[in-house]
């Protein structure tokens, strides 16, 4: 398994699959520009040589391809947590027969851990800086409303005050100067909880932050485990060994050995500064709020550092094909997790958390229920607005055929729960307030109990000037936009229903041409709604419970309030069509 960042760059150029540009390029703009252009068309990995202000070089892409990901990971991770799971039930009790049986397993758990290397084994530490750490750091800035240079790919290491148990994520770290920036620690982070106990205090809060290291770790960072899962636990169950650490003699925690670069410092209590705007993985830019302060005191790192980052925006990005792989990493301990609950998959093309599926045991009438709750108050899975339900083996990935067997089973007047006044993910600004929104439950289990319609023939729809199908029963509609005729998915239930009774789902955009792909589609509609608010449909109070009609319409258009939508500078653009040939000579 792949020990470091080097050694992947290595592979990847082995396999022909990573590019070196020489040439002198600004990590203002026109990296992100370079980067954003080579993973539309599926390239490869980029290692940037000549990087403006810098000694040190970039290398972005490196996940952008399945093909990618998967010479990151091989299949050993996957093929370890089927079996972790599979073997449950043979070592519960742990008979010597069974511990036999397992033995190869238990091998395995044994290389599982971390161990302590002495500092000349630990390539992170040949150089500290203290004085201006960041001073020469290549920090790219993406977008140009950004509010500055952003870490994309920092691996934030915290530990409990009290407890000591230990969080790594990865928050997006803003540059303030040569030794300040910002942590953008979001409602539902861990490193954000330990911070917490530590404003309790009112102490500083010790981090560290890791940029590079081994790829597993930085897949760890990112992974939805529960809260209490380590992090380095993790890490080191998909390198396949123990992964090595380093007592670090200026700092409070150990760090990787492996790592490019080591970041120390502490986040004060009780004070907060502003932080953004920032051209985030909805693909939206996220407004300028009051985050943390990280206050760095050193740095360490290789002689000869590789500095890692990713560009966000719009998907699919890289964080697409990364969630693909974790998501697949994890599935098999879902049953264990959420008892109920066959198969999940959240869809990275609406930026993870707006939108989720699963397909659930229903074993007695409603358990599936049970089952949206138990997700609801799973971890990250916490913030998940729309979630769709069903007990049918059905592909989840292709959202067409999870949305066509959903849409005949579903029943309007049971079928549907819309929940108000509750969370949302720090970068949904679908609700009126930040953190804050609704969610929603789509159910569709047992028979089907309709024909859906798959081409619309009803005739024209009074507001309505363009008509689509994204699939069988689901119909997508654009006419005014939102500031024109605020009221018009209103007015579409009101006057058109007769004709669209037939369509259990009907969606309100800016432009019906969405409907060309799956990633495009989900994009669009479910990074643009807030469940309670822009949803319509007619319906009557029973017995506390709201029964609903079918047409269900959801206005999915871009409304006043919501923030900008990615565009790249357009003398960028043409700077970097203009140089293409000296990049890629």
Known sequence: ???????????????????????????????????????????PALLFTNVKGSPFPVVTNLFGTSRRVDLAFGPKPEQLMKQIIGAMDTLLPPTPKALWKEKSLIFDM??????????????????????????????????????GPFFTLPLVYTEHPETKDHNLGMYRMQVYDDQTTGMHWQIHKGGGFHYHEAEKKNEPFPVTVFLGGPPALIASAIAPVPEHLPELLLTSLILGKKLKTVDNPHGDHRLIADAEFAIHGKVPPNYTRPEGPFGDHYGYYSLIHDFPEFRIDHMWHRKDAIYPATIVGKPKQEDYYMGEFLQRLLSPAFPMAMPGVKQLWTYAETGFHPLAAAVVRESYSREVLASAFRIFGEGQLTLTKFLILTDQNVNLENFPQLFESV??????????????????????????KLNHGSKAVLIGVGDPKRELPGDYTGGGLVGISKISTYCKGCLVISGKKYEEEPELAAHILKTNKEKLEMWPMVILVDDAEITKDQTSFLWTVFTRFNPATDMYADSEIRQHHLNYELPIVIDARM?????????????????????WGEYFE
């Open 1 to 43: 398994m792949i020990q470091d960042l080097r050694a992947f760059i290595n592979l990847l150029k082995k396999e022909n699959d990573i590019v070196e540009i020489s040439a002198p390029v600004d990590p203002y703009l026109e990296i992100a520009e370079i980067h954003r252009r080579v993973i539309d068309e599926g390239g």
């Open 110 to 147: 044994l290389k599982i851990g971390t161990k302590t290397v002495l500092k000349n084994e630990a390539p992170v530490m040949q150089v500290l800086k203290q004085e201006n750490p960041l001073a020469e750091l290549p920090v790219i800035t993406s977008w140009q409303e950004d509010g």
């Open 407 to 432: 849409l005949e089973r579903f029943e309007p007047k049971t079928d549907l729960f819309i929940f108000n006044k509750t969370s949302h993910d720090t970068l949904d600004y679908t609700g009126k």
């Open 559 to 579: 409304k006043p309030g919501y923030p900008d939508e990615l565009f790249p500078r357009e003398d960028i653009v043409e700077l970097v069509s203009k140089r």
